[in-house]
């Protein structure tokens, strides 16, 4: 049992690998790249798919209220990310997300445990984590989206053909094969 209820049985996967479950499809609009957004979440790790969820941190269990993030900045979770752009307002949604979207040993970004313990502990688990089989796993409820009153209009949402797309994934690959390893 989560903080939202049991687990819906169907989900579905982006062409990424990032699996959504619905508890609850809220009544609001999705969140525009630019917006910011608010949210309540719970974060688990899988070592692999048939180890049991461990569950590192949580706004609800420390009483923070919910994490802020401007969508579309690259700071958080990239496979979050991804799911909150297709999150109505009011949901609440079970995100699992494969290691290579999830944290990275180049940068750690967004919701991570505040408590210097509970960080070494998940760095732990992390490292643990099969990289093949195992998640990262957030319970998130999507508060509110709105308007970020000092955003200079540097976020839209954008669609390209798939010419310009085929063009983006070549010059993503280059740059991922001239990357230092």
Do not use: C
């Not at 307002?89 to 505040?114: D, F, H």
């Not at 319970?139 to 085929?166: C, H, Q």
């Amino acid at each position: 049992m989560t903080p939202f209820g049991p687990v819906p049985k169907q989900g579905a996967t982006s062409p990424s690998g990032v699996t959504t479950y619905d508890y609850l499809v809220g009544p609001g609009p999705t969140p525009n790249y630019g917006q910011v957004v608010r949210i309540e979440w719970v974060g688990y790790t899988r070592a692999s798919a048939d180890a049991p969820l461990v569950k590192f941190d949580s706004t609800i269990d420390r009483g923070t209220g919910p994490l802020l993030v401007k969508h579309g900045s690259g700071r958080i979770v990239q496979g979050l990310e991804e799911a909150l752009h297709t999150t109505t307002v009011g949901s609440r949604r079970r995100v699992v997300i494969p290691p290579r979207l999830a944290y990275t040993k180049n940068g750690i970004y967004g919701p991570v445990p505040v408590d210097a313990f509970k960080r070494r502990a998940w760095v732990k688990e992390l490292a643990q984590m099969d990289a093949a089989t195992g998640e990262v796993v957030f319970d998130i409820a999507m508060v509110e989206a709105y308007d970020d009153d000092a955003d200079r209009g540097y976020y839209a949402d954008l669609e390209f053909s798939k010419a310009e797309m085929a063009e983006v994934d070549k010059r993503v690959a280059a740059m991922k094969a001239a990357a230092p390893k």
